[in-house]
């Protein structure tokens, strides 16, 4: 009896090793596709399972990743995920949650890197192509300034508030203190639509007009609003509606 239940245990324990082996096996290929070639050819569960392998050595990350895409539906989404909901799947815990967090939050912080101080904002096309990146997935409104100098070279980027213009209030207050901090010589608003719609609502209109007087006592100029959809923007100015 005694060498059965020994012989049982070895044997799960042989078990075990060889599949370890085998996980561990499959991501040294991904590793080696991805020093090889870059990115070409992998499938998004496949992006994601290399950047789990980082964080969860011992696990299956090839399911743990096709359970993360088939639950939000696309790499973006799932990195745009909260952190309650990531951790809701089998095998993501906090330190798996602040990774995927972490991967989109520093494409934003390099984009944000590289446009400022090097990066004339001179078309709504130009917000747009910036912060479709940023926006990627959002499910609320993001009130963002672009604060600019006399040549409109990017200053800085920050947002102002999250929610809708007509539910929240845009505090002009804070704006201005931030405006005169910088010493910003124009700036440009934008905000994103998560249905899809750019057309402007009536707030949109209003608060850009109560922003742009605010700015004309300190003069400085306000460009422009953009509103950011799902692949399209609205521009106000060119709407002739500032």
Same mark, same amino acid.
């Given at each position: 009896?005694?060498?059965?239940?020994?012989?049982?245990?070895?044997?799960?324990?042989?078990?075990?090793?060889?599949?370890?082996?085998?996980?561990?096996?499959?991501?040294?290929?991904?590793?080696?596709?991805?020093?090889?070639?870059?990115?070409?050819?992998?499938?998004? #569960?496949?992006?994601?399972?290399?950047?789990?392998?980082?964080?969860?050595?011992?696990?299956?990350?090839?399911?743990?990743?096709?359970?993360?895409? $088939?639950?939000?539906?696309?790499?973006?989404?799932?990195?745009?995920?909260?952190?309650?909901?990531?951790? $809701?799947? $089998?095998?993501?815990?906090?330190?798996?949650?602040?990774?995927?967090?972490?991967?989109?939050?520093?494409?934003?912080?390099?984009?944000?890197?590289?446009?400022?101080?090097?990066?004339?904002? @001179? @078309?709504?096309?130009?917000?747009?192509? #910036?912060?479709?990146?940023?926006?990627?997935?959002?499910?609320?409104?993001?009130?963002?300034?672009?604060?600019?100098?006399?040549?409109?070279?990017?200053?800085?980027?920050?947002?102002?508030?999250?929610?809708?213009?007509?539910?929240?209030?845009? #505090?002009?207050?804070?704006?201005?203190?931030?405006?005169?901090?910088?010493?910003?010589?124009?700036?440009?608003?934008?905000?994103?639509?998560?249905?899809?719609?750019?057309?402007?609502?009536?707030?949109?209109?209003?608060? @850009?007009?109560?922003?742009?007087?605010?700015?004309?006592?300190?003069?400085?100029?306000?460009?422009?609003?953009?509103?950011?959809?799902?692949?399209?923007?609205? @521009?106000?100015?060119?709407?002739?509606?500032?």
């Amino acid at each position: 009896m005694w060498f059965k239940l020994d012989r049982g245990f070895f044997l799960l324990k042989i078990k075990k090793y060889t599949m370890d082996r085998r996980k561990e096996g499959h991501k040294k290929r991904i590793r080696e596709r991805y020093r090889k070639d870059g990115l070409n050819g992998f499938h998004s #569960y496949e992006v994601l399972e290399l950047i789990l392998s980082y964080s969860l050595v011992r696990k299956d990350t090839k399911r743990i990743a096709k359970d993360l895409i $088939e639950k939000f539906g696309s790499l973006t989404d799932v990195f745009n995920a909260p952190f309650r909901v990531l951790k $809701e799947v $089998e095998g993501v815990g906090e330190r798996t949650a602040v990774l995927l967090k972490l991967f989109k939050d520093t494409g934003d912080f390099h984009l944000k890197e590289n446009i400022i101080g090097s990066k004339n904002i @001179s @078309s709504p096309r130009d917000v747009y192509d #910036y912060l479709n990146f940023h926006y990627k997935g959002k499910f609320k409104e993001e009130f963002i300034v672009i604060y600019l100098d006399t040549a409109h070279k990017v200053i800085d980027i920050t947002p102002l508030f999250t929610g809708t213009i007509d539910k929240s209030a845009v #505090y002009i207050r804070e704006l201005i203190k931030e405006v005169l901090d910088l010493k910003s010589a124009a700036l440009i608003l934008a905000h994103n639509h998560p249905s899809g719609n750019i057309n402007p609502s009536e707030g949109d209109i209003r608060v @850009s007009k109560k922003i742009k007087k605010a700015l004309s006592y300190i003069d400085v100029e306000l460009i422009d609003h953009v509103i950011c959809g799902d692949g399209n923007f609205y @521009s106000l100015k060119e709407h002739g509606l500032l």
